[in-house]
């Protein structure tokens, strides 16, 4: 079994910042990619950040340029700076791995409440 925790979540006003963290526990056997998704209510789940074991990052084109995922591979975490935030990302947002087996897992998601 493995485990995803975030944890970071919040309510910040507009133009602030967080930082997600997600930890991974358990059976974990080599993670191939973290990814950072968000559901908004009312909205289809959404990729928001990924990171693949090479280091290529992506991002969704609206947090481009004030996201930045990361990750501490020796800690089995990966991390989610969200700068200049928007009313428009507040979301539950939820950790994911796939790992060497291309098995995938999903963390229980945090909430992130932007006020404007």
């Known amino acids: 079994q493995v485990q995803l925790v975030e944890s970071g979540g919040g309510l910040v006003q507009a133009g602030g910042s967080l930082r997600l963290s997600c930890a991974a526990s358990g059976s974990v056997f080599g993670i191939n990619s973290w990814g950072w998704y968000r559901q908004a209510p009312g909205k289809m789940r959404e990729m928001v950040a990924s990171?693949?074991?090479?280091?290529?990052?992506t991002y969704l084109d609206s947090v481009k340029g004030r996201f930045t995922i990361s990750r501490d591979n020796a800690k089995n975490r990966a991390y989610l700076q969200m700068n200049s935030l928007k009313s428009e990302d507040t979301a539950v947002y939820y950790c994911n791995i796939y790992d060497a087996w291309d098995r995938q897992y999903w963390g229980q998601g945090t909430q992130v409440t932007v006020s404007s």
């Open positions: 990171i693949i074991s090479g280091g290529t990052t």
